[in-house]
């Protein structure tokens, strides 16, 4: 990308604390997010997601390194300038934080009455805004009353109320199930596409980046880990990390063991093999029965991406035979002695 | 009987005037302080160690005088500023002292249990800090505030009567001064009794009008 980036980390470090108890959250962290991406941060609990966001508006002064949104490097502005700045960059988090004792349409106007506009300015953006996350019809109801998808689009609309560039998303559908979530994800996507605005998506679950991200950068120990389209890093998973989101529970995180001939087979669907039932063909074709340890498979855009772990047979001419069908198949595997590490 | 009637009309006014009127006071004196406790916490928007552990040991002390001493302490300064040290306008000068620490410790608690995420978010919006003690902090904290100041009420309530005892007015002059002095135990039980609704009223008002404003409640 020849672009600018709009979001531009660089050597950032966040330490909490000092002495003993000191945290590293965030270590050598550079990062350059594009005008018009929903770009994806991903990483386990206590990876440092949180202050790495947080520290894209501030919210968290990292201890070293430089934070450069559209153009301006955040860490040198006045406390005025960055409250300016803070202005385009918008922000949703898990919890909603809406304001309790305001409705809906107040608490879209809040943002607007923070930069000084009249009440009835205020008031006619905060009415566009609710109609464009789809709620027009709650605007004098508070969030008490309104359910947890609810909140989160009465958050995004206020968030959006003050024509920000960039929108970031502390686990915006963390809370929510699984079909809300969905709707809430549909909605960053539909307001990326129409208001150009560049998107930031934190979470632990791969399922959201896989819906909506462009690019991912995986976060793990206060470093990123791995960075790419989301399709390329699905794909090609370099890392221990990276493998551990992409199959959650796997047999290296089980650590289980399978009764059996104790040899494994590791089969790798990398998007390349044509989509076809692999294993019935093969034990059809090997006339033996095999086990399927674990498997994970998903189609994205038609092609097969994922692993299946399969117990081979304890019989060394089946075995053989089996190999041999998968190499004809084009289906990558690797063979492994031991399944679980440590 | 009549005339105790008028007696008692007349102390009645004359400690609503000094509880309401010395509380009024107290919350000009105490919100602000208890808002700066909240705002220069360790973990509040503005932490300011220094200032903050100052106030907070001023307020400490004066909230660990017994009311009884400090009225008698604090005399000199009540004739300064009142010219008298007796009747109910004296009594608000050592009410006032006594319940300002005691209200901004009450604002205080009350706005600490603005939820921190709330806060953040109006930051992220780029929000002043007079922004956020304006609209977020008061505004949130509005239903226990309320409550707050029912407590900060009937408390004061109580102190007045207590006054009666070094020439101060109201009902509880009289219930010493006839009801102990001359042991008229009947006019004892009445002012007791008529302390007792008052403070009953106030709580009500509060409780009710804390309830209504609280829009977290369906
Ligand atoms: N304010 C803080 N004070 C001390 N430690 C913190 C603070 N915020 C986060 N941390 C620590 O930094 C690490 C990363 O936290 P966080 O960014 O919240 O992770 P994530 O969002 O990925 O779960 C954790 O070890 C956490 O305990
Ligand atoms: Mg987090």
């Known amino acids: ?342 | 009987m009549g005339n105790m009637l008028g007696l008692v009309g007349t102390g009645l006014l004359e400690t609503i005037y000094m509880t309401l009127g010395s509380t009024v006071i107290a919350y000009i004196i105490g919100l602000p302080v208890g808002l700066l406790l909240v705002v220069t916490d360790k973990e509040g928007i503005r932490p300011h160690l220094v200032l903050n552990r100052t106030v907070g040991i001023i307020v400490n002390i004066l909230r660990s005088v017994p009311f009884i001493i400090l009225l008698v302490w604090v005399m000199p300064v009540t004739r300064a500023i009142m010219g008298t040290t007796i009747g109910s306008k004296a009594t608000v000068v050592p009410l006032v002292i006594s319940a300002a620490p005691f209200v901004a410790r009450m604002v205080e608690s009350s706005a600490k249990e603005v939820d921190r995420g709330v806060i953040e978010a109006t930051i992220s919006m780029g929000a002043s800090t007079m922004q956020i003690v304006r609209k977020v902090l008061m505004p949130e904290a509005k239903p226990s505030l309320i409550i707050g100041a029912a407590i900060a009420i009937t408390t004061v309530l109580g102190y007045s009567a207590m006054a009666g005892i070094v020439g101060g007015g109201g009902l509880g002059a009289i219930a010493i001064n006839y009801g102990y002095y001359r042991s008229n135990s009947q006019i004892m039980l009445l002012m007791v009794i008529v302390l007792v609704v008052i403070v009953q009223i106030f709580q009500e008002i509060g409780g009710r009008l804390s309830n209504k404003t609280d829009k977290r409640i369906r």
């Open chain 1, 1 to 342: 990308m020849t672009e600018e980036p709009i979001i531009q980390l660089k050597g950032l470090n966040k330490t909490f604390g000092s002495g003993e108890g000191q945290v590293v959250a965030l270590d050598g962290i550079d990062l350059s997010i594009y005008p018009g991406e929903i770009f994806g941060v991903i990483g386990l609990s206590g990876a440092g997601k949180s202050t790495l966001v947080r520290c894209m508006n501030l919210l968290e002064r990292p201890t070293r390194g430089e934070v450069i949104v559209d153009g301006q490097s955040l860490t040198t502005l006045s406390e005025k300038e960055l409250r300016m700045a803070r202005r385009s960059i918008g922000m949703i988090f898990q919890g909603f934080n809406l304001l309790m004792q305001r409705t809906a349409l107040d608490n879209v106007c809040f943002p607007l009455e923070l930069m000084g506009k009249s009440r009835r300015e205020a008031r006619k953006k905060a009415r566009e805004m609710l109609a464009t996350v789809g709620l027009a019809d709650r605007e004098k109801a508070y969030p008490a009353q309104l359910s947890g998808g609810q909140k989160q689009r009465v958050a995004i609309a206020r968030a959006l109320a003050t024509d920000p560039k960039v929108l970031l998303c502390d686990e915006a559908t963390s809370a929510l199930d699984p079909t809300t979530t969905l709707s809430i994800l549909e909605l960053l996507k539909e307001l990326n596409t129409r208001l150009g605005v560049t998107v930031v998506v934190i979470t632990h679950e791969m399922k959201v980046i896989e819906k909506i991200c462009s690019r991912v950068a995986i976060l793990a120990h206060s470093h990123i880990v791995e960075m790419g389209a989301v399709e390329e890093i699905f794909r090609h998973p370099k890392t221990m990390e990276a493998r551990t989101l992409i199959y959650p529970a796997s047999v290296e995180e089980t650590g289980e063991s399978y009764p059996g001939g104790g040899r494994f087979l590791r089969l790798i669907f990398d998007g390349q093999a044509t989509v076809r039932p692999v294993v019935t063909e093969m034990v059809l074709a090997c006339g033996a029965p095999v086990n399927i340890a674990y498997a994970d498979t998903k189609l994205i855009d038609g092609k097969m991406y994922g692993q299946i772990l399969l117990e081979l047979p304890g019989d060394r001419v089946t075995v053989g035979k089996m190999l041999s069908f998968l190499d004809d198949a084009g289906v990558k595997y690797e063979e492994e002695e031991e399944t679980h590490n440590g």
